[in-house]
C-alpha cells in the first residue's frame, strides 16, 4: 500500500515481505540484511506518527504485530540461512515508550518493566551534557513531550537478569546471527559486556558520536561499534568539493590506531537518523564514490535500504522512504554498481580468507583524491563530483607485482603495473575507480575478459 511518509506510519514492510524480495538484495552481493526492532510497540497514533521504526517499545516478550508473528520471524530465518545470508535484528535495551510527557506515565502498561522503581527519575539531557555529564546522557530520557522514552535502571541486578534471559531467548527461538544495539551510549559501559555474553552472537553497537576518545572504548565491551568517527569524515569529505581529502584519510588511520578492532566496526553513509547523501549533494558521481568506499574501504560494509535507488531524503523522516515504491528496480546506476563491488570483494573474501581482517592502507592522497590498498583490490575515490576535471595520478604500493595486467572494473579498461608495481591511472568526471588482477576478473566473468 502507498505509505504516507508524513504520517509515518507502518506501510507493510512485514517479514514475510522481505522473504520475498530476497533475490533482489542477494543480487546486490549482500550476504546479511538488519531489521528494525521485533518488539510490539506503543500503540497510540501520535502527533509524531506510529511506532513504526519499532524504537518505542511497550512489551520486550511480544512482537510487533505490524511485521507479523512468530511464524513469519523465523520463516525469514530460515530463508535466509537456505541462502547462507544471516539476520541481523536491532534490539532496543534504554528505553520504552510512552504516549505523552515524562509526568503522566502508566508504567503499568510496560512488559517486563511494569512498575516506576525500574525506571530513573525523569529528567531531560541537554546538548551541553552529551560532553560533559555522562550521567545524565545514562540517566536521563530521551524523547520529548509528545512521545517520552522512560529510561530503564540497568544497574538493577533483575533488570539486568531480565534482559540477559531475553536477548537469549530471542536469538534462540528466532535464529538470530547478529544484533544491532540501539542508543549504547545512553547505558553504563559495565551493562554491556554480560549482555553480549548472553546473546552469543555477533553485536554492533550505535554510539552516536563522531569522537574517536569516546566511542571507541566502548569495544571493549561489545564485537563492533557504528564507525561514526568515519561517517563523519567519509560525508564530510564527498558532500562538498572543496573539502580536502587529507581529512578521510587521517580518519581512517586514527581510528586503526585507537580502536581495538577497526575490521569489526560497519562502515556506512546513510541510515534511517542520518540524512541521504544525495539531500546533501546532490550529484551522481560523488554519491558512487562514497557507496564503492562504504563497501570496500574496510570493517562491515551496510548499505541503507533505498540507496541503490538513489534516494534523497533528508532528515528523519524524509529519510524513511518506502522502498516499495522504487519497484524494486534492479536497473539503477547505483544498484548496478553495488552489485559489481560486492561481486569483487565477495570474491577476494572467498580467495582471500584474511582479507576481512587485514587493514586498509592509504596509499595515496592529495587535494580531492585518496586511494585505499587493503588485500588485494586498490580503489580510488575523487571528491570534484560529475564536474571533475581530468587528472593522471601514480599509484605506489599498491601491492600488485610488477608489469601485471590489471583491470579497472566499472568500466573494463586494462592497464598494467610498472617494474615496481605501480599503477597510473587517468581519473575523469570525478568517478571512483577499483583495480583489480586480469586474472581475478577473468574467474568472476565480467568484463567479458
Not at 518488539?39 to 511497550?58: F, I, K, M, R, S
Not at 572494473?409 to 615496481?420: K, P
Request: aromatic share 12%.
Amino acid at each position: 500500500m502507498p505509505c504516507d511518509v508524513a504520517k509515518r506510519q507502518y506501510c507493510g514492510g512485514t517479514w514475510q515481505g522481505i522473504i520475498s524480495r530476497l533475490d533482489y538484495i542477494q543480487n546486490m552481493g549482500f550476504t546479511a540484511i538488519w531489521i528494525s526492532p521485533v518488539t510490539a510497540q506503543l500503540n497510540e497514533t501520535t502527533a509524531l506518527g506510529e511506532a513504526y521504526h519499532g524504537y518505542w517499545q511497550q512489551n520486550i516478550f511480544a512482537l510487533n504485530s505490524h511485521f507479523g508473528n512468530i511464524g513469519d520471524l523465523q520463516a525469514l530465518a530460515t530463508a535466509l540461512h537456505a541462502r547462507n545470508m544471516s539476520l541481523m535484528v536491532d534490539v532496543v535495551v534504554n528505553h520504552f515508550g510512552w504516549a505523552g510527557d515524562g509526568s503522566t506515565h502508566d508504567f503499568s502498561k510496560m512488559y517486563p518493566f511494569g512498575d516506576r522503581t525500574y525506571y530513573h527519575p525523569y529528567c531531560e539531557i541537554t546538548t551541553q551534557d552529551y560532553r560533559s555529564d555522562q550521567t545524565a546522557v545514562e540517566q536521563c530520557w530521551l524523547g520529548d513531550d509528545i512521545v517520552s522514552l522512560p529510561d530503564i535502571d540497568t544497574t538493577a541486578t533483575s533488570v539486568r537478569q531480565t534482559y540477559d534471559q531475553w536477548i537469549r531467548s530471542l536469538v534462540s527461538v528466532f535464529g538470530v546471527d547478529g544484533l544491532r544495539i540501539d542508543t549504547v551510549r545512553h547505558v553504563e559501559k559495565s551493562f554491556w559486556s554480560d549482555f553480549n555474553a548472553a546473546a552469543g552472537v555477533y553485536t554492533l553497537g550505535e554510539v552516536f558520536d563522531g569522537d574517536i576518545t569516546y566511542t571507541c572504548p566502548y569495544q571493549e565491551q561489545l564485537h563492533g561499534l557504528l564507525n561514526y568517527p568515519l561517517y563523519y569524515s567519509l560525508t564530510k569529505t564527498f558532500e562538498d568539493a572543496s573539502s580536502n581529502t587529507t581529512l578521510l584519510a587521517a580518519a581512517i588511520t586514527t581510528i586503526q590506531d585507537s580502536c581495538r578492532d577497526p575490521t569489526l566496526l560497519a562502515t556506512f553513509s546513510e541510515n534511517h537518523d542520518n540524512p541521504r547523501f544525495l539531500s546533501q549533494r546532490n550529484d551522481l558521481n560523488a554519491q558512487m564514490n562514497v557507496i564503492v568506499f562504504t563497501i570496500l574501504a574496510g570493517g562491515i560494509p551496510i548499505i541503507y535500504q533505498g540507496q541503490e535507488q538513489g534516494f534523497s531524503g533528508g532528515n528523519d523522516p524524509a529519510n524513511r522512504e518506502a522502498l516499495w515504491d522504487s519497484g524494486y528496480s534492479t536497473k539503477t546506476p547505483l544498484y548496478m554498481l553495488i552489485a559489481s563491488v560486492n561481486q569483487v570483494r565477495n570474491h577476494e573474501v572467498f580467495a582471500s580468507p584474511k582479507y576481512p581482517t587485514a587493514s586498509t592502507s592509504v596509499i595515496y592522497t592529495d587535494d580531492h583524491h585518496i586511494a585505499l590498498q587493503k588485500g588485494n583490490i586498490v580503489s580510488l575515490y575523487s571528491n570534484e563530483g560529475s564536474n571533475g576535471t581530468s587528472s593522471d595520478i601514480t599509484l605506489e604500493n599498491t601491492g600488485f607485482q610488477a608489469n601485471r595486467p590489471i583491470v579497472e572494473i566499472l568500466t573494463c579498461r586494462n592497464s598494467t603495473t610498472d617494474s615496481n608495481g605501480n599503477l597510473r591511472v587517468t581519473v575523469q568526471e570525478g568517478l571512483p575507480q577499483v583495480f583489480y588482477s586480469s586474472a581475478a576478473v577473468r574467474s568472476l566473468g565480467i568484463c567479458f575478459l
